[in-house]
């Protein structure tokens, strides 16, 4: 049976502990493999590592760390095919999908932080005649990124690639439930020809290898992707060592569409910004509203694409909807259902968990499901469900549709559709959400700053940003 091992010092090595968790396919509910249970006793053999590899890697120019990058985003490139079809077997997801989105945007993480390594510049400050200020930008040293189950190793690299940029050595957890791809990532590290100790990768869960890494007094900075109240916890146990923080976290996203948008755009793109990966992305958006006037139009179609939408073995062409990524989290989606049955919505398409014969007799499945007659106020409307489950509302007015969008605790994402240029910028500005797509959905150019407002988190990734983010400014002031 397959069995992963932490990757440490450029070795891969068993767990001190030698304790292991099963992995389960939740395309089938069968346990294929077994992941490292790691514990402070790895975190600790992987913080060492990385300081010792430090001074070597942060001295190395910005360019040579970024040509190794590019290298291991050919790599990624090279092994596509057998890295979606882990993804795909790890996570649920449609093995289309992997191959097309989640594995060539992680070798485009390292491809673009490889190549911004050499554009890096930091800024001057001159008073003319008096001083001239100049802004040292230092690694911070040694780092964890932390990642989640739904996008593994697109999340995963995100977050390491510009870290390494700049010159961090990096001690890396993936999430427990996905753990396959940073796996194998392991051993393309090698053959891009990253130092031993430059990146270090833990498997384990979250209390015990998460918590033992967030707490080490040897890391400097956390990025972390995931839950809300994750994030909580993690910002309460690093502020008193005073850590860098960045937190992506959960959201409850808005699709504002107006009557006068390209309807059949509106509709196709809102079909796949609710279901794509099972809804299980930050960046869904799973409260539709739409102006009165074309809302009948709207959900009609919607729903007919909803129809249309199959649900089936991830390793299929055909299929569009693949497994949720674990049987406790299809259970919690299935009480939320309950739950808006409860709150007084209107059941238009799906709601049941789906038995698939033959392979997948044991998967975690579900029917693209909408609701619609839910107050935006109730609780099915204000938690993060993250799956897929959305919601359709009428609206008359902007201003109204507006404070619904703005009315929950998180402020991710949202969606606005309409011709009207002047409306699209002024209720963009005025959206409580980090990212906003207008006429668009999950277009992303690598440069921007991403990240979330309210409980949707700290700090933002991308571009200079997250550069900037994995280091330590120091200004320097010389008198002329
Ligand atoms: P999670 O918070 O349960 O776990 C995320 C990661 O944190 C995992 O690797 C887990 O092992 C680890 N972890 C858990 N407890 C920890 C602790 N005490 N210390 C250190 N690490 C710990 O989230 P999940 O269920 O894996 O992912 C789903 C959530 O992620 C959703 O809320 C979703 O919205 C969010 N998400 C956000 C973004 C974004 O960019 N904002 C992107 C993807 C997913």
């Known amino acids: ?96 999908l992997a191959r097309t989105l989640d594995i060539p945007r992680a070798a485009s993480n390292f491809a673009f932080f490889g190549t911004a390594a050499g554009h890096f510049a930091t800024e001057a400050h001159v008073q003319d005649g008096v001083a ?26 995100w977050k390491i690639a510009p870290a390494l940029a700049v010159g961090c050595c990096v ?9 396959y791809t940073a796996f194998l990532l392991s051993e393309l590290v090698q053959q891009a020809g990253l130092p031993a100790g430059v990146l270090n990768i833990v498997h384990g869960t979250g209390p015990r290898a998460g918590q033992a890494l967030v707490e080490h007094p040897g890391i400097r900075a956390i990025s972390f992707t995931g ?30 569409i107006f009557a006068d948008c390209d309807l059949a755009d509106a509709v196709r793109t809102s079909v796949r910004s609710s279901f794509a990966n099972q809804g299980q992305i930050c960046l869904c958006g799973s409260r539709i509203f739409v102006e009165r006037s074309i809302y009948e139009a709207f959900k009609t179609e919607f729903l007919a694409q909803v129809a249309a939408l199959t649900v089936g073995d991830p390793l299929e062409e055909a299929t569009h909807q693949g497994a949720l990524v674990s049987e406790a989290h299809l259970q919690k989606v299935l009480r939320y259902i309950e739950l808006a049955h409860e709150e007084g919505g209107r059941l238009l398409a799906g709601g049941q968990r789906v038995y698939l014969p033959g392979r997948c007799a044991g998967g ?13 106020d109730c609780r099915v409307n204000q938690e993060e469900i993250f799956g897929p489950v959305v919601t359709l509302t009428p609206f008359d007015t902007e201003a109204e ?32 959400a980090g990212v906003v797509w207008v006429n ?12 979330g407002m309210k409980n949707s988190g700290v700090g933002r990734e991308g571009g200079l940003e997250a550069l900037r983010f994995f280091t330590e400014a120091q200004n320097v002031c010389l008198k002329l």
């Open 227 to 256: 839950g809300t109240a994750t994030g909580a916890h993690i910002a309460r146990t690093a502020a008193p060592q005073f850590k860098k923080l960045s937190l992506e976290l959960g959201g409850k996203n808005p699709n504002l």
């Open 440 to 451: 668009t959905w999950l277009h992303r150019d690598l440069r921007t700053p991403f990240g």
């Open 1 to 96: 049976m397959l069995q992963l091992q932490n990757f440490i010092g450029g070795q891969l090595v068993p767990p001190a502990a030698d304790r292991y968790l099963p992995l389960l396919e939740p395309a089938t509910g069968q346990v294929f493999g077994q992941v490292p249970d790691s514990d402070a006793a790895d975190v600790e053999a992987a913080v060492q590592a990385a300081e010792a590899a430090l001074p070597a890697w942060r001295a190395l120019p910005a360019e040579e760390r970024g040509r190794r990058l590019v290298r291991l985003a050919g790599l990624i490139e090279e092994n596509l095919e057998p890295l979606a079809r882990a993804e795909s077997q790890d996570n649920g997801k449609p093995l289309r």
């Open 364 to 376: 975690y499945f579900l029917q693209p499901t909408v609701f619609e007659g839910l107050s935006p």
């Open 401 to 432: 549709v507006l404070a619904w969008a703005n009315g929950t605790d998180y402020g991710l994402s949202a969606t606005l559709w309409t011709r009207d240029l002047h409306r699209a910028h002024r209720l963009a500005h005025q959206l409580h």
């Open 171 to 179: 001690v890396a957890k993936p999430s427990e439930l996905t753990p």
């Open 132 to 157: 001239v200020n100049y802004t040292v930008r230092h690694p911070l040293g040694v780092v964890a990124c932390i990642s989640p189950w739904n996008l593994p190793l697109y999340l995963f690299t």
